[in-house]
C-alpha cells in the first residue's frame, strides 16, 4: 500500500464544473503540499498544509489530520486548469523529503 | 521569490557521452537540494538528496557513479549523467529547500534528456 494514495487517478470535466481531488495518507506528517504540473513538465507548489483550510483564487485546500486526507478543490474549472496533481507530504523527521502521489490527470474540455 | 532555474531545458546527446544538468536557486540560498526522475505519466522519483558541502544521499538502486551530484555552493547543484544509455532518456527535475525552512521545497523547470 502506498503512503499517500490520490483519487481520481484521471478526470475529465467540462469548463466551469466544481472539481475535487482527494488524497489520503498513512503516514504521521508534518506538512502537506499540493502540486500542479503542466504538460510541459514545471512543477508549481499551490498549497502546503499542516491543519484546516487555505483559499488561493479558484482554488480551495483541505486538510483533516485526524482522518489522514486532503482535499483540492477548483471552482468554475478552465480549460487552462488542464494538468497534473500531485499531492505530497513532509513525513515527521523526515527532515526535508517529499512522499508524493501518484498524481491526478485532470482535463477541462471547453 | 523562490524561484529555481535548471539548465538546459532540453538535451539530445549520443550514446556513451556524458551530460551536465545545472540546478540553480535564483533568489534564495538552498542549504538542500533534490534531483528527480520521472518516466512518462508516472510521479516523481527522488534519485538523491545533496546538501551543500557535503556528499549526495543516494536512493537505493540508484548507481552513485552513473548519476554523479556537485553542491557545490549554495545556489547551484549539478547532475552529471556519465556514459548516457538510451535507457538514461527521461525528464530530470531538481528542487531546492529554503535554509532554515522545514518542508518547503521548491521545484525547477525540469530537463528533458534524450540519448539516441
Known amino acids: 500500500k502506498n503512503e499517500v494514495e490520490q483519487s481520481p487517478q484521471n478526470l475529465t470535466a467540462q469548463e466551469g464544473e466544481f472539481i475535487t481531488i482527494n488524497c489520503s495518507y498513512s503516514v504521521g506528517i508534518s506538512a502537506l503540499h499540493w502540486l500542479q504540473q503542466h504538460p510541459g513538465g514545471g512543477i508549481v507548489s499551490l498549497f502546503m498544509l499542516s491543519s484546516g483550510k487555505k483559499k488561493h483564487g479558484r482554488l480551495i485546500a483541505t486538510i483533516n489530520i485526524q482522518e489522514k486526507h486532503s482535499s483540492l478543490h477548483i471552482t468554475a474549472s478552465h480549460p487552462r486548469d488542464s494538468a497534473v496533481y500531485i499531492c505530497?507530504?513532509?513525513?515527521?523527521?523526515?527532515?526535508?523529503?517529499?512522499?508524493f502521489g501518484p498524481g491526478t490527470r485532470l482535463s477541462v474540455l471547453p | 521569490g523562490a524561484v529555481v532555474s535548471q539548465h538546459p531545458s532540453r538535451v539530445i546527446c549520443k550514446s556513451g557521452t556524458s551530460v551536465k544538468i545545472e540546478c540553480r536557486s535564483l533568489d534564495f540560498q538552498a542549504t538542500t537540494m533534490f534531483w528527480y526522475r520521472q518516466f512518462p505519466k508516472k510521479s516523481l522519483m527522488l534519485m538523491a538528496t545533496?546538501?551543500?558541502?557535503?556528499?549526495?544521499?543516494?536512493e537505493q538502486g540508484v548507481e552513485k557513479d552513473k548519476f554523479l551530484i556537485n553542491h557545490a555552493s549554495l545556489t547551484l547543484s549539478t547532475l552529471t549523467v556519465t556514459s548516457a544509455h538510451p535507457e538514461d532518456s527521461s525528464f530530470y527535475i531538481c528542487s531546492a529547500s529554503l535554509a532554515g525552512v522545514v518542508g518547503t521545497q521548491y521545484f525547477g523547470p525540469g530537463t528533458r534528456l534524450l540519448v539516441l
Open positions: 545533496s546538501n551543500e558541502g557535503s556528499k549526495a544521499t543516494y
Open positions: 505530497a507530504v513532509s513525513v515527521e523527521n523526515y527532515g526535508q523529503n517529499f512522499v
